[in-house]
């Protein structure tokens, strides 16, 4: 089992709807979480980090946490073609004591005109 | 400010040369990082840099060794290329502390032939 797991996609929605992407991690003292968009060819870019139960909103971003179920979400609103990239979830662990992140391969979202 | 700067952005090798990797960060972080991102394998830990003066291996290790210089650089050799290094390196930062979110370099994309 990896230890953060993400559908690989590709992800279709139409513009202006909401996308959905998930992702689930095995550890269960994981500590923080972190959801990073990539463009193709470029770096990852930080897009929020949330590190309490519950929902953290950033414009048109909300990030979704449920340390029960192992379980972190985002959710864009209201959809454009430039949020068409790759959607990275990575987690740090509580036993960790430096900054290092666990990422899951990414889901490939497509926002369709 | 430029945030994480690398060089160079794209390079050539044959199979045997040698090559280092450089990285800076001006955001006064304590901790740095390199990764190697390959289709289908996601971002994998090389080797990372707690703080000034330490280093420690990640996932990847083989084949590649790293020096921080100082706070500002971290840097990655290649002491003898194969082809299975060809990739795309990322170098990243964080502060240290509760608060362990990575920015990231823009890149260097090497081919070993």
């Known amino acids: 089992q990896k230890e953060v797991e993400q559908n690989s996609g590709p992800l279709s929605v139409p513009e202006g709807a909401i996308a959905s992407l998930n992702c689930t991690y095995s550890d269960r003292v994981s500590q923080s979480f972190f959801w990073y968009r990539q463009y193709s060819g470029k770096s990852p870019e930080l897009i929020m980090s949330i590190y309490s139960n519950g929902d953290k909103e950033d414009g048109r971003f909300t990030a979704q946490l449920n340390k029960a179920s192992q379980y972190v979400s985002l959710l864009i609103r209201d959809s454009q073609p430039s949020d068409s990239a790759t959607y990275l979830c990575?987690?740090?662990?509580?036993?960790?004591?430096?900054?290092?992140?666990?990422f899951g391969q990414g889901t490939t979202l497509q926002v369709k005109p | 400010n430029a945030g994480v700067t690398q060089t160079p952005k794209f390079q050539v090798l044959k199979t045997g040369q040698s090559m280092t990797l450089q990285c800076a960060q001006d955001m006064n972080h304590n901790s740095m990082y390199w990764y190697r991102q390959d289709p289908g394998m996601g971002l994998r830990l090389i080797y990372y840099?707690?703080?000034?003066?330490?280093?420690d291996k990640g996932e990847v290790p083989n084949g590649y060794n790293v020096s921080r210089l100082n706070k500002r650089e971290f840097s990655l050799r290649l002491e003898s290329a194969a082809p299975s290094q060809t990739s795309v390196y990322f170098c990243a930062s964080s502060v240290a502390g509760e608060v362990y979110e990575q920015y990231f370099g823009p890149g260097t994309r090497l081919t070993v032939t």
């Open positions: 990575a987690v740090k662990k509580r036993s960790s004591n430096t900054g290092k992140l666990i």
């Open positions: 840099s707690a703080s000034e003066g330490t280093t």
